[in-house]
């Protein structure tokens, strides 16, 4: 097994027979069980290959390091200092007298749109060595899924995009993979899996608010050129200071996709 796992570095050659993923359905408690929906899919990988994946792991932390507004996929950085932080940061402005305005973003179906040549992309570029980046290239490459049914399998399918799941992989590409999302000048970013949330403060909230709509204009290109999507629905916007203020209609801001 050892030199298997070394053939593959060496020659960045992902086994194909390794890239099947079947996929069960648990159904969630509650619900219509003649709908879809009503199913959480999970999916099973090969045993052997998931343990190169943590070999291959080990590979890639020491040149992925997250940015440090990142928390979550990441040893001591856990949700409770994320929220520490935030709330930190919203206490310091509240003793200046200052209008503080949030806007949380959550990414639509983001491990499912992680875009393969973007990611192969952004990982040549870092100091990651030719070798892990054809390897996990060949891993992203050709990968098939096919659903179980009690005694039942279906016909296997491609997957285009997105990284595995139940892959421990998955949470490094894709942290990677979304790390270089815009901040603006004047605005705090708090990033956590596939949820971001942007702050902006200022003494009074009708300034505060054109920091943060600043902030959101950054998005749209970023987003349209990586092929991400924000899901709006889930997206949401809160202003604290001390007194009660509606902002504007614009924007992320207002709950509008842009």
């Excluded at 992902?14 to 159904?27: E, H």
């Excluded at 200092?81 to 983001?110: C, G, P, W, Y």
């Amino acid at each position: 097994m050892a030199r298997l796992f070394t053939g593959i570095l060496r020659t960045g050659h992902f086994p194909n027979p390794w890239k099947l993923g079947r996929v069960i359905l648990i159904p969630k408690p509650g619900k219509n069980i003649m709908l879809p929906s009503s199913y959480r899919p999970i999916t099973l990988l090969s045993t052997t290959s998931k343990l190169f994946e943590k070999l291959l792991l080990l590979q890639l932390l020491p040149h992925v390091q997250p940015r440090d507004e990142r928390v979550g996929f990441r040893a001591e950085h856990s949700t409770t200092l994320q929220v520490t932080r935030v709330l930190h940061h919203l206490a310091s402005a509240r003793n200046k007298r200052e209008h503080s305005i949030a806007v949380f973003l959550d990414m639509e179906k983001a491990f499912d749109r992680v875009w393969h040549a973007g990611l192969i992309y952004k990982l040549s570029t870092s100091t990651t060595p030719r070798r892990v980046v054809n390897t996990v290239a060949t891993f992203l490459k050709d990968r098939r899924f096919q659903v179980a049914v009690e005694d039942v399998l279906y016909t296997e399918r491609p997957i285009r995009a997105g990284v595995p799941q139940g892959s421990c992989l998955s949470p490094v590409c894709y942290s990677r993979f979304t790390d270089d999302i815009p901040a603006a000048d004047g605005a705090m970013l708090a990033l956590y899996a596939d949820y971001a949330a942007i702050i902006t403060t200022s003494l009074t909230a009708p300034h505060a608010a054109i920091k943060i709509q600043r902030a959101l204009d950054l998005l749209p290109p970023w987003l349209k050129k990586w092929k991400l999507k924000v899901n709006v629905a889930k997206t949401q916007a809160i202003s604290i200071g001390r007194s009660a203020w509606v902002p504007p209609s614009s924007g992320y801001a207002s709950g509008r996709n842009r």
